[in-house]
């Protein structure tokens, strides 16, 4: 689940990054033909990503709306408003967003979070389904288990396993068939159908009634757990999104870590001006009418680099750290190392706070000014 919930975080924030520039040219609509195979992982995101050919490895797919009518022999990971699947896939699916159908075998287990999810008739899911939206539909067998959380729960077919609900209404129809126990939290009585079978127990939970002192303690436990995930899901985040700018734009990437170390302390002035004058500039735009857009998209763009900065100075901690240490390591595992070595920075009390501002000052005047290159290059090639 860390996999999939910080994936999918990493996916939203990816989108973001086409407000840039450097992605003006990425098409709007990117499809992967019917004819053609892709022998390793096969990375997507557009308005529209149709996947219709095979793919041997995972898929990371992003979009508005997303297609797959292809085969993955691997593992799907994908984020979209709306999300249908009519290709097999050969692992795990984890997917997010506002509706998502399922309409053909998988070969693993499925892990979703929607506001709409639908296993429709002819679904097979050979692992276990666990999730949280807000109605699901389960019409397709499940050999395993079942965990999830919703409004509106139907259950219309055979599952393997033992099903765990927390819910508003849950039913199972004449169609469905249990082979385990049904647990289910709610305040209203499953609805069970004539003809619908449980071989192992039903079983009606009820949220406990807390102590004032109680819930306290319980919020205090949760918010702490909140930032704790929140923290790891920052991590994970910023590796993912790194590694989409490495296979999607190597060379960009590339050049921008070369433009940061090239002049650290004219990049470090550079990124120290933009990022104290550009609140000002955002906000004295605010004041009228006509420069409010031109604040919003200032101000967007602003955090966009804030958070671009630490993807690339976390990989030149890295790649200084191993060439350091005479290893040799591929872009992505510098990467990794790179984030999880300036997280520790960071963490380190006053030193890792004067490290970060250095840091984000460094890391957004090395993307101005490879920035101000690329728009310079197009110029002279009157590309714009």
């Known amino acids: 689940m860390k996999k999939f919930s910080l ?52 898929a990371y ?9 292809g085969d993955i022999n691997g593992d799907l990971l994908v984020a979209g408003g709306n999300v249908t699947i009519h290709g097999k896939v050969a692992h795990n699916i984890r997917a ?47 050999k395993k288990e079942i965990n999830v959380a919703a409004g509106q729960i139907n259950i219309a077919s055979q599952v393997g396993g033992n099903i765990n609900a927390a819910v508003d209404q849950l039913t199972l129809t004449s ?72 296979k999607l734009m190597p060379a960009y990437f590339k050049r921008t870590v070369e433009v940061t170390l090239q002049k650290p302390w004219k990049n470090i002035l550079v990124g120290m001006i933009a990022l104290i004058v550009t609140p000002v500039i955002g906000f004295l ?40 240490l005479k290893i040799n390591f591929p872009d992505t595992l510098i990467l990794l190392i790179g984030i999880v070595l300036f997280a520790i920075l960071s963490a380190i009390p006053i030193l890792g706070w004067i490290i970060g501002i250095f840091a984000f000052f460094l890391g957004a005047g090395g993307i101005l000014v490879e920035e101000k290159g690329f728009y310079s290059l197009l110029h002279q090639k009157k590309l714009i």
């Open 285 to 324: 735009l605010l004041l009228t009418i006509i420069g409010i857009p031109f604040s919003f998209i200032l101000l967007i763009s602003y955090v966009i680099i804030l958070y671009l900065s630490t993807i690339f100075i976390s990989y030149i901690v890295g790649q200084k750290v191993l060439t350091y």
């Open 96 to 142: 997010l967003g506002g509706t998502i159908n399922f309409y053909a075998p998988v070969g693993g287990n499925i892990s979703v979070a929607a506001g709409q999810v639908t296993l429709a008739d002819g679904t097979t899911v050979s692992g276990s389904l666990a999730g949280a939206a807000g109605s699901i539909d389960i019409l397709g067998p499940v």
């Open 7 to 58: 994936f999918i975080l990493i996916l939203l924030l990816f989108a973001s990054l086409f407000t840039f520039p450097v992605l003006a040219q990425e098409r709007k609509t990117i499809l992967l033909p019917k004819n053609e195979t892709v022998n390793k992982d096969y990375f997507a995101a557009g308005s529209n990503v149709i996947l219709s050919g095979t793919v041997n490895g995972d």
């Open 175 to 246: 169609n469905a068939s249990v082979n385990g126990n049904v647990t289910y939290w709610s305040d209203q009585k499953a609805q069970i159908e004539n003809g619908a079978t449980i071989s192992g127990k039903l079983v009606q939970k009820y949220y406990p009634v807390k102590k004032p002192e109680e819930t306290t303690k319980d919020l205090r436990g949760i918010f702490a757990g909140l930032i704790s995930f929140f923290k790891i899901a920052q991590l994970i985040s910023l590796f993912v999104v790194g590694l989409l700018i490495l």
């Open 61 to 69: 797919l992003a979009g508005g709306n997303v297609l797959v009518d």
